[in-house]
Nanobody, 122 residues
Framework: QVQLVESGGGLVQAGGSLRLSCAAS????????MGWFRQAPGKERVFVAAISPRADTTHYADSVKGRFTISRDNAKDTVYLQMNSLKPEDTAIYYC???????????????WGQGTQVTVSS
């Protein structure tokens, strides 16, 4: 079992930055691939970024490449999402997710956090 708690969301103007954090507990964090997803009102949950257990591989959605950076600190059991050059279309609830052993750009992760709201004003 893995428990995930996101933080760091909020309201920011277009062009601004936010850093999301996701603290994990309950199991061996270093064994889990971690992903960030987002869900806008009335839309499906979609992939944003993912990082492999040892941080040697990362993947990004095309919509965030060059603006968002995923990272992890295995000593702190935490994964981060640094979001720069934010746009109004980035507005969504952001979720982190954990999957044992690998990462995937699909929603097939075993564990999910409760989400944190990010709102980007124009």
């Amino acid at each position: 079992q893995v428990q995930l708690v996101e933080s760091g969301g909020g309201l920011v103007q277009a062009g601004g930055s936010l850093r999301l954090s996701c603290a994990a507990s309950g199991s061996s964090f270093v064994s889990y691939g971690m992903g960030w997803f987002r869900q806008a009102p009335g839309k499906e949950r979609v992939f944003v970024a993912a990082i492999s257990p040892r941080a040697d591989t990362t993947h990004y959605a095309d919509s965030v490449k060059g603006r968002f950076t995923i990272s992890r600190d295995n000593a702190k059991d935490t994964v981060y999402l640094q979001m720069n050059s934010l746009k109004p279309e980035d507005t969504a609830i952001y979720y982190c997710a954990a999957q044992y052993g690998y990462i995937t750009p699909t929603v097939d992760y075993d564990y999910w956090g409760q989400g944190t709201q990010v709102t980007v004003s124009s």
